[in-house]
DNA sequence: CTGGATCCCTATCGATACTG
DNA sequence: CAGTATCGATAGGGATCCAG
């Protein structure tokens, strides 16, 4: 009934690998960051976009979030000189490929809930 | 250089399951879950073993975690009725599942580092 | 050995208001 | 539109001591 489960994987994955991995899940793991990369991963770009497309998000905690994100690599910030100024966020290869790799976690609440 | 990324995947699974991923990575990404996972996936399975095996964890911090992590199904407690009572924690299936499907990660990590 | 109880500090967060 | 500033509440977490 459950999944076939290779938990001997962890046993060959150095301790730096580890530290590591603990580092991402301490940053999407954080309230706001998976909502605000998975609005992302659907298409919202600008800040507003995403604001609202998450619920009970606030402005202040988008931001701080973001420059979070766009710190670890996952997000890109991008302004367009326009006037008024323009600002998109959009996802870097990094962050596509975090995502892609938390995908099994879909798969595992679709397991257990 | 990079990965091929499947995004797309995630256009697919409804927001419930989202929010309910979302839940999960909070758990472990808060510190400490993901050593304690670890070092039980190693083969630790006393409290003072595993407390041992992660570097800088407070036995009140360990004893708060396993709480959390027992109550999201996780892990198992097992009292042992012997003089003095011997306790001993387990990964549940649920929990041996979630570190496989958290396997990705490490390949994350070691793609961007 | 396996924690629980306290103390206390700090980081975080929500609400609200404001701006180029 | 895309944020910043400020404030007050609360939760998280380290240190320490204690107990069955």
Redesign the interface.
């Known amino acids: 009934m ?2 076939p ?3 001997s ?3 060959r ?1 150095d301790d730096e ?2 530290r ?3 580092q ?8 706001w ?3 605000i990369l ?1 609005a992302m ?2 298409g919202a770009d600008r800040f507003t976009a995403i604001n609202t497309s998450v619920r009970d998000l606030t402005s202040r905690m988008l931001a701080v979030r973001l420059r979070e994100l766009e710190h670890a ?1 996952l997000v890109d910030r991008v302004v367009i000189p326009t006037m008024p100024v323009g600002v998109r966020y959009r ?1 870097t ?2 962050g ?18």
């Open positions: 459950t999944t489960v290779k938990l994987d962890w046993q994955v690998e580890c590591q991995a603990a991402v899940l301490e940053i999407v793991g954080k309230r960051s998976s909502g998975l991963a659907r690599g996802l290869a990094q596509r490929d975090l995502l892609a790799s938390l995908q099994p976690i879909a798969g595992y609440t679709h397991r257990w809930n």
